[in-house]
């Protein structure tokens, strides 16, 4: 592992280079990027600069990185209560790209780009693209959506500046990016695990094995996986899947990245700022507990966003990466504070369940989980899908499947569960990221 | 000897049983028999058909979870105790009937019925023992003759 890291950081981009500045060099630029940040938002934005004036604060009282967390939040509510552009902290005619997310309640959410930030948002998914030990000669299929979501273009933009060749598939249509992934000799790929997931089935399907295809590689992200499902896309497609991390609040993917060593993803800082704080109270955490991740953007122009309240749940790694970068790296996300819902007073996470029918099935069987409320009570449905791994021609074994998967739910989650078994692909599958919840209990 | 056996996974719920029959028949796939086990929620199509590689194929292409099995399509007299024998051939014997259903057709005072033994080749040595019959694969396959 650490052989295989050695040899791989050797592989080394040049926009890489402020992976590896010396800390203190690191903490100066942070500090004099926030500076700038915050003075460019009290001028600009409204809400920032009459939240700031009701705790009695002044852009000047930023003297140390730990004064950031005298400043107040941001969170998703207050992008969508500017809509479409109140927190735009240039004018219009600078701004030359706007994306905005699919609101799944109400209104959706708006981010801009100055051309500067289209080059940051570059520079930093060229060094992502870079940490997953790509680079000019690849053949790289961007099968993130393109079009409003940031994971497309951003994701395009970053590979065409690594100067790879780029195949603009977006997403869907899963057999021509089957066929395109084998006839253009593609050697690495982008899109949601859980796409690649179906995608692979599918090649199975149609009787491609991937593992025979020049494809090395797997950039995956915009949603929570696990390190088991990542066992599972390596080995059904002979690639190293790599975990990144972004979201559209602070720039889009680009945020953070797994390097060689797939151990935890070294955040940009020199960019993105984070903090972990305590969920509950908002307190500022020490390094290494776990936490809630909020950032900062230290460079953003259009739209810079302080304190950003990101609900992904996460920890510093406090040990340095073997792979020599100097930012800092956090755990991969889990969970998502607000994918966690409540039943019969149970805080459950859908990752719990994961964890739970792997540990039956040993590789991950395609499942959902249903809330309904029967007689006031609140009832949990886990389905799941029969795989030929599990299936067998005797109704004892599959009962007796049943019984160990409800047995396992209930033994990670302390809650008993109804377990459905149901046929292959009536579970719906997302193109884009998965649906693991369906909670039916207001209807 | 031995007879490849599909099973399906369906769901409970109305017309899952008719897709798969549909599906095979509209691919000219003989259906020589059928057995259905269910739960309240899910059942185990059993098929045995003419052409058990192509009727394979054809289902998982479909999407369908589909397990072959080795069974034993064994002759049993027309005639009180004619299965009470059969099964008392394995009477104290390391051998256990999963299950078994009647096939379709018989002839002349003998019926044929299907069984899922845990161990076939065991079970056909015992059957053998016992003096009773099993009929071809190529029989169950493709029709009984007269």
Known sequence: MTGACEILATRFHPASAPDYVPV?????????????????????????????????????????????????????????????????????????????SSGTTG????????????????????????????????????????????????????AEGLGATVIPMSGG???????????????????????????????????????????????????PWTESMRRHLEEAAGIQAYDIYGLSEIIGPGVASECACQAGLHIFEDHFYPEIVDPATGEPLPDGEEGELVL?????????????????????????????????????????????????????????????????????????????????LDEMEVQVEVTPEVFSDKIGALEQLQARLLGSIEQVVGLRAHVRLVAPHTIQRSEGKAKRVVDRRSE | M?????????ENRPGAAAEPVRLLAAQGVNIRTLMLADTSEFGILRLIVSDWRKADALLTAAGFVVNVTEVLAVEVADRPGGLAEVIEAFENTPINIEYMYAFTFGRQDKAVLIFRFDKPDEAIARLREAGLNLVESVEVYGGLAG
């Open chain 1, 24 to 100: 203190p060099h690191l903490r100066d630029l942070q500090l004099s990027r926030l500076q700038a940040v915050v003075w460019r938002a009290y001028r600009n934005v409204e809400l920032f600069r009459s939240r700031l004036r009701q705790r009695g604060l002044d852009p000047d009282d930023i003297r140390s990185l730990e004064d950031l967390a005298r400043l107040p939040f941001t969170v998703k509510a207050d992008l969508r209560d500017t809509y479409p552009f109140g927190l735009f902290a240039s004018p219009l005619q600078d701004v030359v790209r706007l994306h905005a």
């Open chain 1, 107 to 158: 209104k959706p959410i708006v981010v801009a780009y100055t051309q500067e930030d289209v080059n940051v948002w570059t520079s930093v998914m060229v060094r992502t693209f870079a940490a997953c030990g790509l680079g000019k000669g690849d053949i790289i299929q961007n099968a993130y959506g393109y079009g409003l979501f940031t994971g497309g273009l951003g994701a395009h933009y970053g």
């Open chain 1, 173 to 223: 249509n899963t057999d021509r990016q089957i066929m395109v992934l084998k006839d253009f000799g593609v050697t690495a790929i982008c899109s949601t695990p859980s796409y690649f997931l179906h995608l692979a089935e599918r090649a199975a399907e149609l009787g491609v094995d991937l593992r025979e295809l020049p494809l090395r590689a797997g950039v995956f992200g915009a949603e």
């Open chain 1, 296 to 376: 900062t953007t230290l460079s953003k122009q259009a739209m810079p966003i302080i304190r950003y309240r990101t609900r992904d749940i996460t920890s510093f790694i406090t040990e340095p990466c073997p792979c020599g970068r100097t930012i800092r790296r956090i755990r991969r996300i889990g969970r998502r504070s607000d994918d966690m819902f409540i039943i019969r007073g149970i805080n459950v996470f859908p990752s719990q369940i994961e964890t739970a029918l792997l540990a039956v099935e040993g590789t991950l069987p395609h499942y959902q989980i249903v809330l309904t409320r029967q007689k006031g």
């Open chain 2, 2 to 10: 031995k007879i490849h056996q599909l099973s399906l996974f369906l």
